[in-house]
């Protein structure tokens, strides 16, 4: 069970939108930033976004972060095939100190 | 150029002490606000932090886990070292060794490739 809540699974058709939630609580989403990572099964994680809604060099417009009280969430436009992999909210949580992720979501291009 | 290298053994037998090292290039774990992450992920589920070491040797480790886990680093060698004590048929999963990026900021900019182990008996 993680501590951050996202949707198992997404899907779309190419060109599409698709956003997934993450879910937290005071004391992780609520009171530091989110990153997110992209994962393609049997790869290492790729990072998205950091500090709810930075992108890193290299990584398209199309993948868009933002966050509002203790929820955030990442948006994919115009989806691609290449998209298709599991993806991560990641923070702080201040209550414990220690890092927490969210359980994943799945993004089907149909 | 950051790279980060995870080793240790693929097999492990329940009940034994498993010894993973991070081998880095290309950053100081000196350097102020740096930190080194340990997270891991069995087959088929998601990814679960498990600790952290920072420059100044301040350490975190996740609840469930802190009485079996110890990180440590070795500046001189550019390594960190995770143990994880009385390991279970749990354990078994992919451990990554991640390098935080802006230290304002709690994210993994880099990843090692992952050390793939398994609990068997």
């Known amino acids: 069970q993680s501590v951050l809540t996202q949707p198992p699974s997404v899907s779309a058709a190419p060109g599409q939108k698709v956003s997934i939630s993450c879910s937290g609580s005071?004391?992780?989403?609520?009171?530091?930033?989110v990153s997110w990572y992209q994962q393609v099964p049997g790869t290492a994680p790729k990072f998205l976004i950091y500090?709810?809604?930075k992108r890193p060099s290299g990584i398209p417009r199309r993948f868009s972060g933002s966050k509002s009280g203790t929820s955030a969430t990442l948006v994919i436009t115009g989806l691609q095939t290449g998209d298709e992999a599991d993806y991560y909210c990641a923070t702080w949580d201040s209550s414990v100190s220690a890092g927490v992720f969210g359980g994943g979501t799945r993004v089907t291009v149909l | 150029q950051v790279t980060l290298r995870e080793s240790g053994p693929a097999l492990v037998r329940p009940r034994q002490t498993l010894t993973l090292t991070c081998t880095f290039s290309g950053f100081s774990l000196g350097t102020s606000g740096m930190s080194l992450h340990w997270i891991r992920q069995p087959p088929g589920r998601a990814l679960e932090w498990l600790a952290r070491?920072?420059?100044?040797?301040?350490?975190y480790y996740i609840t469930s886990l802190e009485t079996r886990l110890t990180i440590s680093k070795d500046s001189s060698t550019n390594q960190v070292v995770l143990t994880l004590t009385d390991v279970d048929f749990v354990d078994t999963a992919t451990y990554y060794c991640?390098?935080?990026?802006?230290?304002?900021?709690?994210?993994?900019?880099?990843w090692g490739q992952g050390a793939p182990v398994t609990v068997t008996s």
């Open positions: 991640a390098r935080v990026g802006h230290p304002a900021y709690f994210y993994f900019e880099y």
């Open positions: 005071s004391s992780n989403i609520g009171y530091n930033s």
């Open positions: 500090d709810n809604n």
């Open positions: 070491i920072d420059w100044n040797d301040d350490k």
